[in-house]
């Protein structure tokens, strides 16, 4: 039952409160991270910004903080292009619980040449989905430790056109940069999905849900100097997409109703409500090929053997 089948309609505007929870949000220093995170803050809880980038990370909790009276935000610094650092990473966090994680950074490359990872990983597929894979495995203890942990992935509408190269995962024989950024996103549905059915089998009170923007465009996106400065020229030429897409803002916000809605359910995929691309969120179908378990068991495998993470990813 949806909580507006209940009479308290979902209102992105007014968020249920959250104090005392803890989240983290990996790439939380800009885009759908960077609203997700400042959204967040309002709820009164305390929002982790995962960033490799010190720099970036502070000038994303100066804007939070400017908006958000009294927001409760801090850095880890976070780089899940090497994956030896995730383990102390986490480490650093010093919590005894998280409430949830936001696995949303994001590498998108639009050109050639075929780039990897300091452990020899295609870029886009060993960051999107390798290294938030591994960072799930040392998390796993801090989400049980929770009252009702949660894992959110965000995923892309460009997984939706793309299938799986199991034979092919780091795109090493054909590479197309927009091609292996959709499969890494697919790459990622496909983790959340298995993840929670792997939970539901262990009895684990973690839920895994799967989020994605729809079409945000920088362009429909509030200015929020530093991190991000949208002229009026740009926002004037992009109001005619207006009307078929959004901004970052509201990109973010099945995001957030994934992380806080105690309705929601394991094993779901939220997006918004126009054709999965503009408006409020909502709870959509799930696509046949990012359902498919055998598939999924096989991107599980392979992606363990690639991190060295065992099979159980740290929950039993």
Not at 98 to 109: F, I, K, P, Q, T
Not at 162 to 175: A, I, K, M, N, P
Not at 180 to 200: H, I, N, P, V, W
């Given at each position: 039952m949806s909580s507006a089948s209940q009479g308290r309609p979902w209102d992105v505007h007014r968020l249920p409160s959250a104090e005392g929870r803890i989240f983290l949000v990996t790439g939380g220093n800009a885009g759908i991270g960077y609203f997700a995170a400042e959204q967040l803050a309002a709820t009164g809880a305390l929002v982790v910004l995962g960033s490799r980038d010190r720099a970036k990370a502070d000038a994303a909790m100066a804007s939070i903080r400017s908006?958000?009276?009294g927001a409760q935000v801090q850095h880890l610094p976070l780089d899940l292009?090497?994956?030896?650092?995730?383990?102390t990473a986490v480490e650093g966090l010093a919590l005894d619980h998280l409430d949830a994680v936001v696995h949303n950074a994001g590498v998108a490359l639009d050109d050639p040449p075929r780039r990897e990872t300091a452990d020899g990983?295609?870029?886009?597929f060993g960051?999107?989905?390798?290294?938030?894979?591994a960072l799930t495995r040392w998390l796993a203890p801090l989400l049980s430790a929770a009252p009702a942990g949660r894992v959110v992935t965000v995923g892309s509408f460009a997984a939706r056109s793309e299938r799986l190269d199991l034979g092919d995962l780091q795109s090493t024989r054909d590479y197309r940069p927009k091609r292996t950024y959709g499969r890494?996103?697919?790459a990622q549905m496909c983790f959340g999905f298995e993840l929670d059915r792997r939970?539901?089998?262990v009895g684990s009170s973690v839920l895994s849900v799967v989020a994605h923007p729809g079409g945000a465009l920088d362009s429909l996106t509030p200015s929020r100097p530093p991190v991000g400065v949208t002229t009026p020229g740009e926002r004037l030429r992009a109001l005619p997409a207006a009307l078929v897409v959004q901004g970052k803002d509201a990109g973010a916000w099945p995001v957030v109703r994934a992380v806080l809605d105690p309705e929601v359910q394991g094993g779901q995929l939220w997006g918004p409500r126009v054709f999965g691309l503009r408006g409020m969120p909502r709870r959509e179908p799930i696509p046949p090929h990012m359902a498919d378990p055998a598939v999924a068991a096989r991107l599980?495998?392979?992606?363990g053997e690639l991190v060295?993470?065992?099979p159980h990813l740290g929950f039993r």
């Amino acid at each position: 039952m949806s909580s507006a089948s209940q009479g308290r309609p979902w209102d992105v505007h007014r968020l249920p409160s959250a104090e005392g929870r803890i989240f983290l949000v990996t790439g939380g220093n800009a885009g759908i991270g960077y609203f997700a995170a400042e959204q967040l803050a309002a709820t009164g809880a305390l929002v982790v910004l995962g960033s490799r980038d010190r720099a970036k990370a502070d000038a994303a909790m100066a804007s939070i903080r400017s908006r958000v009276p009294g927001a409760q935000v801090q850095h880890l610094p976070l780089d899940l292009a090497d994956l030896a650092s995730l383990r102390t990473a986490v480490e650093g966090l010093a919590l005894d619980h998280l409430d949830a994680v936001v696995h949303n950074a994001g590498v998108a490359l639009d050109d050639p040449p075929r780039r990897e990872t300091a452990d020899g990983h295609e870029l886009m597929f060993g960051t999107n989905h390798l290294g938030h894979f591994a960072l799930t495995r040392w998390l796993a203890p801090l989400l049980s430790a929770a009252p009702a942990g949660r894992v959110v992935t965000v995923g892309s509408f460009a997984a939706r056109s793309e299938r799986l190269d199991l034979g092919d995962l780091q795109s090493t024989r054909d590479y197309r940069p927009k091609r292996t950024y959709g499969r890494s996103k697919l790459a990622q549905m496909c983790f959340g999905f298995e993840l929670d059915r792997r939970l539901r089998a262990v009895g684990s009170s973690v839920l895994s849900v799967v989020a994605h923007p729809g079409g945000a465009l920088d362009s429909l996106t509030p200015s929020r100097p530093p991190v991000g400065v949208t002229t009026p020229g740009e926002r004037l030429r992009a109001l005619p997409a207006a009307l078929v897409v959004q901004g970052k803002d509201a990109g973010a916000w099945p995001v957030v109703r994934a992380v806080l809605d105690p309705e929601v359910q394991g094993g779901q995929l939220w997006g918004p409500r126009v054709f999965g691309l503009r408006g409020m969120p909502r709870r959509e179908p799930i696509p046949p090929h990012m359902a498919d378990p055998a598939v999924a068991a096989r991107l599980w495998a392979l992606s363990g053997e690639l991190v060295g993470a065992d099979p159980h990813l740290g929950f039993r």
